[in-house]
């Protein structure tokens, strides 16, 4: 699977990452890379968000009650339906990122998600590990996260550091925090009221920087404090050597759709798709 190609987008990481940068992701679980996207992506993306909003996908949600400030928007699978978010997960630089950040030979495509929180959104993201949202087995799975705006640390995600190795914990959904049904999953502790006892990490970031996180790590976010950007960012997910398709007891979130897959199959499939690097 292909999409059209262009002139100006850079196919390689703008930059060459450190043996420290793949040691802080496996140690600590996320890391930050500072400029990886050349600024055509970042154009690129910003239109393809508003074409994304303007005709929003069957999965997207609205999280802002009305009579709030701002807009917490999200969407996924855009590169099913879009060809800017199609072009992107092909030919950018993401998954090159992920695969040299994990130390994988092999990297499929999961799934891509947008993040909006326009100015003075006060809604927050709420702590929670990714991957037991997921179908998905193994410690070779990870987001890379882009913002399309300068973020300021306090409105930028917070990741808690070495919580990649915590076990499972029941995920819950975004709209009103009920949990998810039949998982048999424990829910996390309280975080947010001990917020001491945790070394949370973040980091302000600009347009071209990108975090790469690992997909049990714990993280959230506070609202957009910002009044003169909105926080937009695009999510790809990514999967290597060791992830293995598992369709665990209970609600899952991803896939939306069958992807004819059992349990301890490889991901290779058309919702997918493994990435060819030659």
């Known amino acids: 699977m292909s999409a059209p190609s262009s002139e100006n987008h850079n196919r390689n990481p703008l930059r060459h990452i450190s043996k420290t940068e793949r040691d802080e992701y496996q140690t600590n679980g996320v890391v930050c890379l500072r400029g990886m996207f050349n600024e055509d992506w970042i154009s690129r993306l910003r ?72 100015q003075q959104t006060r809604e927050s993201t709420p702590w929670h590990q990714d ?60 975080i947010e009221n001990n917020l001491d006892y945790y070394e949370i990490v973040s980091w302000s970031v600009n347009p071209g920087d990108c975090l790469v996180f690992q997909g049990m790590i714990v993280h959230g976010a506070y609202g957009n404090y910002s009044s003169e950007f909105p926080r937009r960012a695009l999510t790809t997910r990514w999967c290597g050597d060791d992830a293995r398709f598992f369709q665990r007891e209970g609600e899952v979130a991803i896939p939306t759709t069958n992807p004819g897959l059992k349990n301890g199959d490889l991901l290779d499939c ?9």
């Open 47 to 118: 239109d393809a968000f508003e074409l994304a909003m303007e005709s929003p996908g069957p999965h997207s949600e609205e999280y802002t009650p009305e009579g709030n400030s701002g807009r917490f928007f999200t969407d996924l699978n855009m590169w099913q339906r879009l060809d800017p978010f199609k072009e992107f997960v092909f030919e950018s630089p993401a998954a090159k990122i992920a695969k040299q950040i994990m130390g994988s030979e092999r990297v499929n495509f999961f799934y891509d998600q947008m993040f909006v929180k326009y």
């Open 131 to 190: 991957q037991p949202y997921w179908a998905v087995v193994g410690k070779e799975v990870c987001s890379v996260w882009l913002p399309l705006d300068p973020i300021k640390k306090d409105s930028s995600l917070n990741f808690i550091q070495g919580s990649h190795h915590w076990s499972a914990h029941n995920p819950h959904h975004f709209g009103d925090d009920t949990p998810y049904e039949g998982t048999g999953l424990p829910e996390l502790p309280d």
């Open 270 to 278: 058309d919702l997918f798709p493994p990435i060819d690097f030659d």
